[in-house]
């Protein structure tokens, strides 16, 4: 295997565990609100940006919360 090749299955490997835990995340989340379902597209229409930026977003607003 290439260093190419590698290079794409750890990038493809990194964007599928991103986006299964962006998604759990927001499957738990409360909000169904038209944001909800914004952050749902915006995880699939970025691929490694939009999961990491949702679940950075959720555990600083959670944190907020619990202050």
């Not at 565990?17 to 914004?38: H, K, P």
């Not at 939009?50 to 907020?64: D, I, M, S, W």
């Amino acid at each position: 295997m290439s260093a190419y090749d590698l290079a794409w299955t750890v990038f493809l490997v990194l964007a599928i565990g991103t986006l299964c835990t962006a998604l759990a995340v927001w499957l738990r989340s409360t909000d169904r609100s038209i944001v909800g379902l914004a952050w749902f597209f915006g995880i699939f229409a970025l691929p490694i940006a939009g999961p990491v930026a949702y679940v950075l977003g959720e555990q600083r607003r959670r944190r907020l919360e619990d202050a």
